[in-house]
């Protein structure tokens, strides 16, 4: 069974930082590219970040650029999201996806992700 698991989110006030990690099992998507994606209720799924298969090219919506850094580590299966001066707009759930029939490409486009995780709660008190 192919799992993504996210941890590392919590409360935490703004100027402050968090670390997310996702893990994935039961398959490898070090060939792929994977993202980290954010929701609140009423409101569509927002694309945060994503990343190619090495890590050698990374895309960020605006809102995040200068503050939230992805990365990845193939050995481990674990994707990350460091996101350091969080403000209050930042409070969501956030979701790590990967899209298992890119090879070696770049998605920004959240219907292409056919696995996802289960999301953590970020929230970034004032």
């Known amino acids: 069974q192919v799992q993504l698991v996210e941890s590392g989110g919590g409360l935490v006030q703004a100027g402050g930082s968090l670390r997310l990690s996702c893990a994935t099992s039961g398959r490898t998507f070090g060939r792929n590219p994977m993202g980290w994606f954010r929701q609140t209720p009423g409101k569509d799924r927002e694309l945060v970040a994503t990343?190619?298969?090495?890590?050698?090219?990374?895309y960020y919506t605006d809102s995040v650029k200068g503050r939230f850094a992805i990365s990845r580590d193939n050995a481990k299966n674990t994707v990350y999201l460091q996101m350091n001066s969080l403000k209050p707009e930042d409070t969501a759930v956030y979701y790590c996806?990967?899209?298992?029939?890119?090879?070696?490409?770049?998605?920004?486009?959240?219907?292409?992700?056919?696995?996802w995780g289960q999301g953590t709660q970020v929230t970034v008190s004032s």
């Open positions: 990343i190619n298969w090495n890590g050698g090219s990374t």
């Open positions: 996806a990967a899209d298992s029939r890119n090879d070696y490409g770049m998605t920004a486009v959240a219907s292409e992700y056919d696995y």
